[in-house]
């Protein structure tokens, strides 16, 4: 079965640094990987998706992810933080196993983002 | 367009009671799930239904715990005989068909049990 590790649950950055947000996964086949964030009050938003192709991929409000096979990783990164990137953030992971079947996506615990101005 | 609706917004319910949340998707999406968030438990996956397939129920934590989809559209999760423990956020999403689509979020139902 897949599953996913963030294992920071908080994280603290001053506004204009890089921000970085892990996210490690487990599955037997390949993975369809995604992140998605919650800001206070507000229903979970669609960040990004790897689904295949080029390892960097690139999503809404700056953010882009890398995903690396070998270090099973799909971090979380932006180049320079905003405070209204403050939220909640998550990985979400789904299993492409041969032959191809439905699976549900499965998330992370989340990790708080917190930008200081 | 309108997006994921679910309802009640909260519920509070007495511990034994039995409580129902409606799950409305987007229009032409085929795939609902209902998710459960608590406090430092991140989001817990409950049931999948995924167009005309048997759903997966795999996440379901007992027995007490029961979703419907009627006609491909609404769902209907339902907590029998509620318990202290089952106060989270339940949170509803729907996709359009196939394993690439991003989930739509509704706002969730607060369930509040006393």
């Known amino acids: 079965a897949q599953s996913v590790a963030q294992p920071e649950d908080q994280v603290n950055v001053a506004e204009g640094n890089p921000l970085t947000v892990k996210c490690t996964y487990s599955?037997?086949?390949?993975?369809?990987l995604f992140w998605y964030v919650q800001y206070p009050n507000r229903g979970l938003q669609f960040l990004l998706k790897?689904?295949?192709?080029?390892?960097l991929v690139k999503g809404s409000y700056g953010f882009e992810a890398e995903f690396n096979k070998s270090q099973t990783s799909f971090h979380l990164k932006k180049p320079s933080a905003l405070v209204s990137d403050s939220a909640l953030y998550f990985c979400?992971?789904?299993?492409?196993?041969?032959?191809?079947?439905?699976?549900?996506?499965?998330f992370g615990k989340g990790t708080r983002l917190s930008v200081i101005a | 367009g309108a997006g994921v609706s679910q309802s009640p917004s909260n519920k509070v319910t007495e511990k034994g009671k039995d409580v129902e949340l409606r799950c409305d998707p987007i229009?032409?999406?085929?795939?609902l799930y209902w998710y459960r968030q608590s406090l430092g438990q991140g989001l817990e996956f409950l049931i999948y239904?995924?167009?005309?397939?048997?759903?997966?129920k795999s996440g379901l934590p007992s027995d007490r715990f029961s979703a419907e989809r009627t006609g491909g559209s609404v769902s209907t999760l339902t907590i029998q005989r509620t318990q202290q423990e089952d106060s989270a956020v339940y949170l509803c999403?729907?996709?359009?068909?196939?394993?690439?689509?991003?989930?739509?979020f509704g706002n969730g139902t607060r369930l509040t049990v006393t």
């Open positions: 999403a729907s996709s359009l068909i196939g394993d690439r689509s991003p989930l739509h």
């Open positions: 599955v037997s086949g390949n993975p369809y």
């Open positions: 790897y689904i295949t192709g080029d390892n």
């Open positions: 979400a992971v789904r299993d492409i196993n041969p032959p191809e079947r439905n699976t549900p996506l499965v």
């Open positions: 229009s032409g999406h085929t795939a």
């Open positions: 239904f995924q167009g005309n397939s048997a759903p997966d």
